[in-house]
């Protein structure tokens, strides 16, 4: 397993900006897709985006996409989350999450079932 330490949360005005961050230990996170996913009250975890092992594919959610920035430092074993004019609807709790599949070759997924380490989560509200 792969211990996944999400931060960077808080409390946000709407049309401002948030960096998230994941910190990743145990097994080598190089190795990983990686994924973010959110989820609010009430509400079932979904897709915000992810990214391969190599930073070279990335995937996003319609509902981020053109305003968010996924990103990773292997060399760091970090991954980021980066969201820009933030809205009321995304507020949620964040979560980072490994798709322990050594170096795969495919698209990064969408789906929760792929993934296999979860972090904690970390807040994010945007208020008006």
């Known amino acids: 397993q792969v211990q996944l330490v999400e931060s960077g949360g808080g409390l946000v005005q709407a049309g401002g900006s948030l960096r998230l961050s994941c910190a990743a230990s145990?097994?080598?996170?190089?190795?990983?897709?990686m994924g973010w996913f959110r989820q609010a009250p009430e509400k079932e975890r979904e897709f915000v985006a992810a990214?391969?092992?190599?930073?070279?594919?990335?995937v996003y959610s319609d509902s981020v996409k053109g305003r968010s920035t996924i990103s990773r430092d292997n060399a760091k074993n970090t991954g980021y989350l980066q969201i820009n004019s933030l809205k009321l609807e995304d507020t949620a709790v964040y979560y980072c999450?490994?798709?322990?599949?050594?170096?795969?070759?495919?698209?990064?997924?969408?789906?929760?079932?792929?993934?296999?380490?979860w972090g904690q989560g970390t807040q994010v509200t945007v208020s008006s």
């Open positions: 999450a490994a798709d322990l599949v050594e170096y795969s070759s495919t698209t990064p997924s969408s789906s929760r079932l792929s993934y296999d380490s």
């Open positions: 145990g097994r080598t996170f190089r190795r990983y897709a």
């Open positions: 990214i391969s092992w190599s930073g070279l594919s990335t």
